[in-house]
């Protein structure tokens, strides 16, 4: 039976959350992933679309330096944005690196920072998890490769959103309907908690945008996304940095990865081994080493542990090297 159209004004953000409260089912941005959920059978809605809310469209300078972005820009808007591009390159490198042309025409950022995992378990209508209200894990003694290295609570697939482990090395913070803003770190907590969800808001809650601080002089960015085939592929790991640096010497460091954790995470301990230290290959090399001390990897997910340690250097390196070209040129 198809879902009763939603019939509540799209403008109003206090009626489409009152209409998911009263109601059930879910929020919908660009559809990518509730689209593909439904038609699994993994979801049947009712679905309370959001695009015609103008509150959360739009990309826009703050005084401080900031940017202010609302959820429903697209990845593709973000990945072309100018000011995003020239102040928060890690982020415009996220969206435009994100799935496929398509996906990012139509995916969001707030539904980015809000979807669901991709474990095939959870994906499958005939099988019982966790995520669907189930008592075990499957993945656990099934098929868990592209899993977690660390950090596992009682489930074990990393959370997949890109833009969320580039926010964080950002100190970005959502705006949430009815709610006080919080971190993009706090969306999410410790991973114990998203054993039912791969979020920590209730379903009524609406995030409308993100704000970013102002950057730091010189800053230089970087991210790498470790995958099995070059293009439309959901990355096995991926990280991202970004440097600020007095001559050779590293001044402020950011750090974070996904595909690692059930959530995305800052990396202080690499960012502590930079911060005051001149960025030699061996100091680099030194810091991306300290991610080892994380990894718990499951049977299936040892060969995460050194494509944790490689991905972080390689955006290290980046960062370094843009830097170096930089001063030079």
Same mark, same amino acid.
């Given at each position: 039976m198809?879902?009763?159209?939603?019939?509540?004004?799209?403008?109003?953000?206090?009626?489409?959350?009152?209409?998911?409260? #009263?109601?059930?089912?879910e929020?919908?941005?660009?559809?990518?992933?509730?689209?593909?959920?439904?038609?699994?059978?993994?979801?049947?809605?009712?679905?309370?679309?959001?695009h015609?809310?103008?509150?959360?469209?739009? $990309?826009?300078?703050?005084?401080?330096?900031?940017?202010? /972005?609302?959820?429903? &820009?697209?990845?593709?808007?973000?990945?072309?944005? =100018?000011?995003?591009?020239?102040?928060?390159?890690?982020?415009?490198?996220?969206?435009?690196?994100?799935?496929?042309?398509q /996906?990012?025409?139509? @995916?969001?950022?707030?539904?980015?920072?809000?979807?669901? %995992?991709?474990?095939?378990?959870?994906? %499958?209508?005939?099988?019982? !998890?966790?995520?669907?209200?189930?008592?075990?894990?499957?993945a656990?003694? @099934?098929?868990?490769?592209?899993?977690?290295?660390?950090?596992? @609570?009682? !489930?074990?697939i =990393?959370?997949?959103? *890109?833009?969320?482990?580039?926010?964080?090395?950002?100190?970005?913070?959502?705006? /949430?309907?009815?709610e006080?803003?919080r971190?993009?770190?706090d969306?999410?907590?410790?991973?114990?908690?998203?054993?039912?969800?791969?979020?920590?808001?209730? =379903?009524?809650? $609406?995030? *409308?945008a993100?704000?970013?601080?102002?950057?730091?002089?010189?800053?230089?960015?970087?991210?790498?996304?470790? &995958?099995?085939?070059?293009?439309?592929e959901?990355?096995?790991?991926?990280?991202t940095?970004?440097?600020?640096?007095?001559? &050779?010497?590293?001044t402020? #460091?950011?750090?974070?990865?996904?595909?690692?954790?059930?959530?995305?995470?800052?990396? =202080?301990?690499?960012e502590?081994?930079? $911060?005051?230290?001149?960025?030699t290959?061996?100091?680099?090399?030194?810091?991306?080493?300290?991610?080892?001390?994380?990894?718990?990897?499951?049977?299936?997910? @040892?060969?995460?542990?050194?494509?944790?340690r490689?991905?972080?250097?390689?955006?290290?390196?980046?960062?370094?090297g843009? &830097?170096?070209?930089?001063?030079?040129?």
């Amino acid at each position: 039976m198809t879902p009763e159209p939603d019939r509540t004004d799209p403008t109003d953000l206090t009626g489409l959350a009152d209409a998911v409260r #009263a109601r059930g089912g879910e929020l919908r941005a660009g559809g990518t992933d509730t689209g593909a959920r439904q038609r699994s059978g993994v979801s049947a809605g009712p679905f309370t679309d959001l695009h015609g809310a103008a509150g959360l469209h739009g $990309i826009a300078a703050l005084p401080d330096g900031g940017l202010r /972005i609302g959820a429903l &820009t697209t990845l593709a808007e973000l990945a072309a944005d =100018p000011q995003v591009r020239a102040g928060w390159p890690a982020l415009a490198a996220s969206a435009g690196t994100a799935a496929t042309p398509q /996906i990012r025409a139509a @995916g969001t950022l707030g539904g980015n920072l809000l979807q669901r %995992n991709r474990c095939w378990y959870f994906r %499958n209508p005939h099988v019982s !998890c966790l995520q669907k209200g189930g008592a075990g894990c499957p993945a656990r003694e @099934g098929d868990h490769h592209f899993g977690v290295v660390g950090g596992a @609570g009682r !489930c074990i697939i =990393p959370h997949p959103s *890109t833009l969320a482990m580039a926010l964080l090395t950002y100190d970005a913070r959502v705006e /949430i309907h009815d709610e006080e803003p919080r971190s993009v770190a706090d969306l999410y907590g410790d991973g114990d908690l998203l054993h039912r969800a791969d979020h920590l808001l209730p =379903p009524y809650r $609406i995030l *409308t945008a993100v704000r970013l601080p102002a950057p730091l002089p010189g800053e230089r960015a970087a991210c790498h996304r470790a &995958t099995s085939r070059a293009h439309a592929e959901w990355p096995l790991v991926e990280a991202t940095a970004r440097l600020a640096f007095d001559g &050779t010497t590293v001044t402020h #460091a950011a750090v974070a990865a996904g595909g690692v954790a059930r959530v995305p995470l800052r990396l =202080p301990e690499v960012e502590a081994a930079l $911060i005051g230290r001149e960025a030699t290959p061996e100091a680099l090399a030194a810091a991306a080493a300290t991610v080892l001390a994380r990894c718990r990897p499951l049977p299936q997910t @040892g060969y995460k542990t050194t494509l944790f340690r490689d991905t972080v250097l390689e955006v290290l390196e980046q960062a370094a090297g843009a &830097t170096a070209a930089a001063q030079e040129h």
